[in-house]
């Protein structure tokens, strides 16, 4: 058996027989933990419940209302049926033209009309994976190395390392400053990359941030550009979040309007990656889109998009509906309200129960510091946590150091992919934990104070639906492990 397997994997190549996809992170396996017992209102209400997907379906109502006010959009109706043919043959690379056009006018709406974007320069891929892999092939060869700014995307060392070859180093940021990206980090980075014979391509920024839910400032962002002007290296700004945006000031700033506006530079260096994945909750449509000022890469992203295609019939129902602007402004608006809604019911929430976050404003999640639960400040001690937090508590969230977190005990924790009352059992989970944390360790006194003192700050209502939910036993190795 030994044998036939060692002559398999001689059999295949090196990605096929190695491990480079990263599915043994802890972030992949709380989406394994949460797909074995998924939550369900009434089939399965003990189960886990999904909270480290960074989707949005706060707003699809709106959505399904335009569909059905617009049935021409889908070729698959029968009002659509007459562009069938126009659109079910071949179509090539360069997509639609109206698909480009409605997307890069939507791009500039996002960012509220500061900027605009050349139709010609829009490149469609699968999503912002598929996006992120090409700019990866068109700037880099197998070795090279982007400076990728901490905490970030665990599925950026998918998307970039896999297929690519290409590496990823960390720009070392942490709580200490909030996690701001700063010149110092961004030189010690570099310099220690030279220092180890690796040959930096870029920097690859996420702005707004996955996962901390804050923007870069205006400055920031222009010191960005000096940075990577002086190096003479690209600068890949990942945006995809731009429309998760809600608060009204400071505003969300593009490194479209950095380069047009504030800053001059060698604008061959800057590219954007966008899809409609987060800002209009189309994750399964697979719409990603390169951006890049540079005409070598729009010219090769546009030639290997041919490996990852939107579909004509997602382009031709795409750019129907971004060509509505009473429908897109609309949709923008509602949608950052709701964001704003959910984000302030939740971190009131933690808030009652002596949980923090991080001070954010865009994003589909929060950064929930826990690292005060530690018994110990280390990642092992961070993993104890998160086990108890899946496994008893049941509630699927992404331990930070999947994020390359520097700083033990912070967790992403996403609250736009579910409903007002799935957000409540979540809530009531992590309250019941959290009191009986403090029974296990608080003296009697105190914690009676305590627990009364916490009621008062809640309705009565929803403190019964916090205290009904199921939680975790005392004899958790968490409250254990307590000093």
């Known amino acids: 058996m030994a044998f036939a397997l060692s002559n ?27 797909e074995s017992d998924p939550y369900h209102p009434t089939k399965n209400p003990n189960g886990v419940i999904q909270m480290g997907l960074a989707e949005n379906l ?6 399904e209302d335009w569909l059905m006010n617009n049935p021409k959009a889908s070729i698959c109706s029968a009002e659509g049926l007459n562009e069938f043919k126009g659109i079910a043959i071949f179509q090539d690379y360069h997509g639609l033209p109206e698909f480009r056009n409605a997307v890069a006018k939507f791009m500039g709406k996002v960012r509220g009309n500061r900027v605009t974007f050349d ?15 090409t700019v990866a092939f068109c700037l880099a060869d197998p070795g090279d190395a982007f400076l990728v700014p901490t905490p970030y995307y665990p599925g950026f060392d998918r998307d970039l390392r896999w297929r690519t070859g290409v590496q990823l180093v960390p720009v070392v940021c942490d709580s200490s400053n909030d996690f701001k990206v700063t010149m110092e980090a961004l030189e010690a980075a570099y310099e220690k990359a030279q220092e180890s014979n690796i040959r930096i391509k870029g920097v690859l920024i996420t702005n707004p941030s996955n996962p901390l839910g804050t923007f870069l400032d205006r400055e920031t962002l222009k010191d960005i550009v000096s940075f990577i002007n002086e190096k003479n290296i690209h600068l890949v700004c990942d945006e995809i979040y731009a429309a998760t945006v809600f608060t009204k000031e400071p505003s969300f700033v593009s490194i479209a309007e950095i380069i047009d506006q504030d800053i001059a530079c060698n604008r061959n260096l800057i590219h954007i990656v966008y899809s409609l994945s987060k800002d209009m909750g189309f994750p399964g449509f697979r719409v990603g889109i390169i951006y890049s000022y540079n005409d070598q890469v729009v010219s090769c992203a546009r030639k290997m998009s041919s490996f990852g295609l939107v579909s004509s019939q997602t382009q031709h129902l795409i750019a129907t509906m971004l060509s509505d602007d009473e429908f897109v402004e609309k949709f923008i608006a509602e ?11 939740f971190t009131w929430g933690l808030s009652q129960v002596g949980i923090g976050c991080l001070k954010s404003n865009a994003g589909l999640f929060l950064w929930m510091d826990l690292h005060h639960l530690l018994k110990e400040q280390t990642y092992k001690a961070e993993m104890a946590l998160w086990r ?96």
């Not at 706060?58 to 959505?63: A, D, I, K, S, T």
């Not at 139709?119 to 892999?133: F, L, Q």
């Not at 914690?447 to 916090?466: H, N």
Request: charged letters at 25%; one cysteine or more; a positive charge.
């Open 388 to 483: 108890v937090i899946i496994n008893e508590v049941k509630l699927n969230v992404s331990p930070g150091s999947s994020f390359h977190c520097p700083n033990p005990g912070w967790f992403r924790v996403c609250f736009a992919n579910m409903d007002d009352r799935t957000m409540e059992i979540a809530l009531s989970r992590i309250t019941s934990f959290m009191l009986k944390n403090v029974e296990a360790k608080v003296p009697n006194k105190k914690k009676l104070c305590w627990q009364r003192s916490l009621r008062l700050s809640m309705s009565s209502r929803r403190m019964d639906d916090f205290m009904a939910s199921p939680c975790m036993s005392p004899q958790s190795p968490l409250v254990q492990a307590r000093t």
């Open 119 to 133: 139709p010609d320069r829009i490149v469609m891929s699968g999503g912002a994976t598929g996006a992120h892999e």
């Open 8 to 34: 398999q994997e001689q059999l295949l190549s090196k990605i096929a027989a190695g491990n480079g996809h990263g599915e043994d992170s802890p972030y992949f396996d709380g989406w394994k933990a949460f």
């Open 335 to 345: 949608s950052a309200k709701r964001i704003a809604e959910r984000h302030k019911a």
């Open 58 to 63: 706060l707003c699809h109502e709106l959505v």
